[in-house]
């Protein structure tokens, strides 16, 4: 009984910034690892970052230096900053959230709608 729901896709030039956000609403009791990957057309889902509910981040080697994710575990909100973007950041940016729900033992994994990013050269 989780949703998420992207937001801050666009089209931009290459050099520039985006900020995307990813709310989490629901019967959610609680939330662990919050992260954001990654498909491009023709290729495999990959993770971008991660970050943890006590706040330690990890990045795959291509976009570190240049992105950076946070949260706000008020708002149950995780974000990804993406700055000096390339043309090869474009494709579908999905959020992941680890969460239980009220009622559930299990942990489980949830997934936004996904939004488009494109980097023009």
């Known amino acids: 009984q989780v949703q998420l729901v992207e937001s801050g896709g666009g089209l931009v030039q290459a050099g520039g910034s985006l900020r995307l956000s990813c709310g989490a609403s629901?019967?959610?009791?609680?939330?662990?690892?919050m992260g954001w990957y990654r498909q491009a057309p023709g290729k495999q889902r990959e993770l971008v970052a991660v970050?943890?509910?006590?706040?330690?981040?990890n990045y795959t080697d291509s976009v570190k230096g240049r992105f950076t994710i946070s949260r706000d575990n008020t708002k149950n909100t995780v974000y990804l900053l993406m700055n000096s973007l390339k043309p090869e950041d474009t494709a579908v940016y999905y959020c992941?959230?680890?969460?239980?729900?009220?009622?559930?033992?299990?942990?489980?994994?949830?997934w936004g709608q996904g939004t488009q990013v494109t980097v023009s050269s």
């Open positions: 629901g019967s959610i009791f609680s939330i662990n690892d």
């Open positions: 992941n959230v680890k969460a239980r729900s009220w009622g559930l033992q299990q942990e489980r994994s949830y």
């Open positions: 970050i943890t509910s006590g706040g330690s981040t």
